[in-house]
């Protein structure tokens, strides 16, 4: 009998822990991802690109947890900081509305920084805030468009598609005039959607969305994934295309519609390019 009341006494203990990781301990972590990429095999110079995404402020994500991950990127000594979407998960019922830009605006770089529209960045009422907050912080925001940037004498295009759910995502806008010279970058909010620009040649991707799943179970996958997050889901895929396209997927920093997270702790993800 005592070695049966242990086995329940463990049972219940271990449950009881991994519901407090699942809800209370893993979505307020935070960790720097780090990927080297050879543009150029001849390539003499590192360019640092940081991606932050998915904040999802609300009720699971605050002011606070944006600070330390602004604290964390400004770690990195980033050439260029990118934003791929959603800044806050309901727009409309959001209070701290106005001081958002004052913690954003705190991120240092080198050259630039430039955001790009998620769905959330529309829905709520965000889409009359989401620009200036951005603009306020120092952020130029893309919306099928792109900017040209030099850097040790050679060019770096950015290219920010506008949001595929609420917005009006335009493959042959965004990469309108690309160079298949220089050294390309898409910022993508919804990963699926690389499938419209797979015959341009991009070097990076950078997307996020998906939030991994939010719950990412071993050896199966995200226990539930999102529209357009359906096919592209975490981390890195080389896109098998005449340019060798490297898509990467971050599983963001916040969450939407539930606070749980497993296998996806929140991220800041810095990309070395040999250029």
Known sequence: MKVFIKIISWNLAFIFFAIAYVTFIERNLLITKTHTITVNEKGEHELRVVQFTDTQLGEYYNLNNLEKAVKKI????????????????????????????????????????????????????????????????????????????????QFINIFGADDGLMGNQNSYETMYNIDNNGVNLLLLHEPDL?????????????????????????????????????????G????????????????????????????????????????
């Open 194 to 234: 690389i499938d419209q620009y797979i015959e341009y040649p991009i070097d990076l991707v950078l997307s996020g969305h998906s939030h991994g799943g939010q719950i990412y179970i071993p050896f199966y996958g995200p226990l539930k994934t999102t529209l357009l997050a359906e096919k592209y889901t975490k």
């Open 236 to 275: 890195v895929y080389n896109i098998n295309n005449e340019r060798g396209t490297m898509l990467y997927v971050s599983s963001g920093l916040g969450n939407t519609k539930l606070p749980f997270r497993f296998g996806n702790i929140p991220e800041v993800s810095l990309f070395k390019l040999k250029v």
């Open 74 to 153: 400004n770690k990195l000594n980033a050439d260029i900081v990118v934003f791929t979407g959603d800044l806050i998960d309901n727009a409309s019922i959001y209070d701290d509305l106005y001081n958002v830009s004052e913690v954003l605006k705190k991120i240092e770089c080198n050259i630039g920084k430039y955001a790009i529209y998620g769905n959330h960045d529309y829905g709520g009422g965000a889409s009359l805030h989401y620009e200036n907050i951005m603009n306020e912080a120092g952020f130029e925001v893309l919306t099928n468009e792109n900017r040209t940037i030099e850097f040790n004498n």
